[in-house]
């Protein structure tokens, strides 16, 4: 597809966070009339406001009514903004184009796009798939739902480059033209009800993904999961497969011991686990839809394998900090909903302090804390989900559960003071952060400054 002309259009970009700056400058540069629109009260004297207004933005802070949409022939809602809204709700209703960033993204680029979505796994996929690509010698840029906006990275690559995009739900549901080379589904659980309301819209949102795919691109599938299994009838892609759990007919699978190839009938050992940093079944899940993606995309199995054994993982997820007296501190911040953590318990074989709680999503408890009563030794709780994570823990069967408030140094000198080998200290909280932290990644860097302090 051709790179869009945007001159003469009047854009109206609503949300001024990362994707909604990175579209207002792409749009911008592409000839058109550009409204980025926040409902806070921002100073544009300060950065980046001065950058957007020189490049042509306008900028209307502290105010969002229906007047925006006067003149406007496209509307691009940041993720974190639900179609419900009343103004995007108005948009559709008039039958104005309503584009996410990502959507900008695609019509501003010619490079092949590789997308990753999922509920858990996506990051550390994204990461290892685009490391994958880079080593390969091809133009790459990572982006989406983790760093920079995808249409400031993605803008006027040519088509020999690629995008390894993660893509989240908010982001897909108001895609049109994406169409990726290869694209993956990791699985589908529980989150973000509050906004698709059922899991079956979430999982159609996700599906979005593989919409504009034909013959003769590549759709990668957890087999694992029965939802995402059950997406294949509707694929126009190339299917391919991938599991833990047994041998698949064409993709990749995990034997016990080994990441296997499974192309044309023919089988070739990517790795063995043990040749892995990353551990956990979870993981090599990610390291197979990983592989599967590179492989469709031309990459050779030497680089692939080689990136594989060398990578190291990804900051917050199952991260291991530091070792004290033989005892192993992890820090597992991204886990920001009970499917994460129980990824994470389930890495483990038994023995751990856990530190669990922050701002309560209000998800189901009974299945974390029954794997956690057969993992953990001792619970520390922290945040506002205390009292509702002890209650389930005690129901649950665990015996020892300690609070530590709204203290994470607190919950670390419990931990430390109680923590011998062959026991290990895992931060998976299985919440957000907002009661205590601004976001996930503060919450882990400020777990790991406790412990690299001792």
């Given at each position: 597809m051709?790179?869009?002309?945007f001159?003469?259009?009047?854009?109206?970009v609503?949300?001024?966070g990362?994707?909604g700056?990175?579209?207002?400058?792409?749009?911008?540069r592409h000839?058109?009339?550009?409204?980025l629109?926040d409902k806070?009260?921002?100073d544009?004297?300060e950065?980046?406001?001065?950058?957007l207004?020189?490049?042509?933005?306008?900028?209307v802070f502290?105010?969002?009514?229906?007047?925006?949409?006067?003149?406007?022939?496209i509307?691009?809602p940041?993720?974190?903004?639900?179609?419900e809204m009343?103004l995007?709700a108005?948009?559709l209703?008039?039958?104005?184009?309503?584009?996410?960033?990502?959507?900008?993204?695609?019509?501003?680029?010619?490079?092949?796009i590789?997308?990753?979505?999922?509920?858990?796994?996506k990051?550390?996929?994204?990461?290892?798939?685009?490391?994958?690509?880079?080593?390969s010698?091809?133009q790459?840029?990572?982006?989406g739902?983790?760093?920079?906006?995808?249409?400031?990275?993605?803008e006027?690559?040519?088509?020999?480059a690629?995008v390894?995009?993660?893509l989240?739900?908010?982001?897909?549901?108001?895609?049109?033209?994406?169409k990726?080379?290869?694209?993956?589904?990791?699985n589908?659980t529980?989150d973000?009800?509050?906004?698709?309301?059922?899991?079956?819209?979430?999982?159609?949102?996700k599906?979005?993904?593989?919409?504009?795919?034909d013959?003769?691109d590549?759709?990668?599938?957890?087999?694992?999961d029965?939802?995402?299994?059950?997406?294949?009838?509707?694929?126009?892609?190339?299917?391919?497969w991938?599991?833990t759990?047994?041998?698949?007919?064409e993709g990749?699978?995990?034997?016990?011991t080994?990441?296997?190839l499974?192309?044309?009938?023919a089988?070739t050992?990517?790795?063995?686990d043990?040749?892995?940093?990353l551990?956990?079944?979870?993981?090599i899940?990610?390291?197979?839809?990983a592989?599967?993606?590179a492989?469709?995309?031309g990459?050779?199995l030497?680089?692939?394998?080689?990136?594989?054994?060398?990578?190291k993982?990804?900051?917050h997820?199952?991260?291991?900090?530091r070792?004290?007296?033989?005892?192993t501190?992890y820090?597992?911040?991204?886990g920001?909903?009970?499917d994460?953590?129980i990824?994470a318990?389930e890495?483990?074989s038994g023995?751990?302090?856990?530190?669990a709680?922050?701002y309560d999503?209000?998800?189901?408890?009974?299945?974390?804390?029954?794997?956690?009563?057969?993992k953990?030794d001792?619970l520390?709780l922290i945040g506002n989900?205390?009292?509702?994570?002890?209650?389930?823990?005690?129901k649950?069967?665990?015996t020892?559960?300690?609070?530590?408030?709204?203290s994470?140094?607190?919950?670390i000198?419990?931990?430390?003071?109680?923590?011998?080998a062959?026991?290990?200290?895992?931060?998976?909280?299985?919440?957000?952060s907002?009661d205590?932290?601004?976001?996930?990644?503060?919450?882990?860097?400020?777990?790991?400054?406790?412990?690299n302090?001792?």
């Amino acid at each position: 597809m051709s790179i869009m002309d945007f001159t003469g259009k009047h854009i109206l970009v609503l949300g001024a966070g990362i994707s909604g700056q990175a579209a207002s400058l792409a749009l911008a540069r592409h000839g058109g009339s550009v409204v980025l629109n926040d409902k806070k009260n921002i100073d544009t004297s300060e950065k980046p406001w001065p950058e957007l207004a020189a490049a042509g933005v306008q900028l209307v802070f502290g105010s969002q009514d229906m007047g925006l949409l006067e003149g406007v022939d496209i509307v691009v809602p940041s993720p974190v903004i639900s179609p419900e809204m009343p103004l995007v709700a108005e948009a559709l209703r008039r039958g104005l184009p309503v584009w996410s960033e990502v959507e900008v993204a695609c019509r501003l680029t010619n490079a092949e796009i590789l997308g990753v979505t999922g509920t858990n796994g996506k990051t550390t996929t994204t990461t290892l798939l685009g490391e994958m690509m880079k080593a390969s010698g091809r133009q790459t840029v990572v982006g989406g739902n983790i760093g920079a906006g995808l249409s400031e990275l993605a803008e006027d690559l040519p088509a020999t480059a690629v995008v390894v995009a993660e893509l989240s739900s908010f982001q897909l549901e108001l895609t049109q033209t994406l169409k990726p080379k290869a694209a993956v589904i990791l699985n589908i659980t529980p989150d973000h009800l509050d906004r698709h309301h059922t899991m079956e819209a979430y999982a159609a949102a996700k599906e979005r993904i593989f919409r504009n795919q034909d013959s003769h691109d590549f759709a990668a599938l957890n087999y694992d999961d029965a939802r995402v299994r059950a997406m294949a009838d509707r694929m126009k892609g190339h299917i391919l497969w991938f599991s833990t759990e047994r041998e698949v007919p064409e993709g990749a699978f995990y034997d016990g011991t080994s990441l296997i190839l499974r192309l044309h009938g023919a089988d070739t050992v990517i790795c063995r686990d043990r040749d892995l940093h990353l551990f956990g079944r979870h993981n090599i899940q990610n390291c197979l839809a990983a592989s599967l993606l590179a492989h469709a995309a031309g990459v050779s199995l030497d680089v692939i394998r080689k990136v594989l054994m060398s990578f190291k993982g990804v900051e917050h997820r199952l991260e291991k900090v530091r070792v004290i007296h033989g005892v192993t501190y992890y820090n597992d911040s991204k886990g920001t909903n009970t499917d994460a953590s129980i990824k994470a318990l389930e890495a483990f074989s038994g023995h751990l302090i856990l530190i669990a709680g922050g701002y309560d999503k209000m998800t189901p408890l009974d299945e974390f804390m029954a794997l956690a009563a057969k993992k953990v030794d001792t619970l520390i709780l922290i945040g506002n989900a205390a009292d509702r994570f002890e209650e389930a823990a005690k129901k649950a069967g665990i015996t020892d559960i300690r609070r530590a408030g709204y203290s994470m140094e607190q919950a670390i000198m419990m931990a430390r003071k109680i923590a011998k080998a062959p026991q290990a200290v895992l931060l998976s909280p299985a919440c957000s952060s907002y009661d205590m932290y601004d976001n996930y990644e503060q919450r882990g860097r400020v777990f790991k400054g406790i412990v690299n302090a001792i």
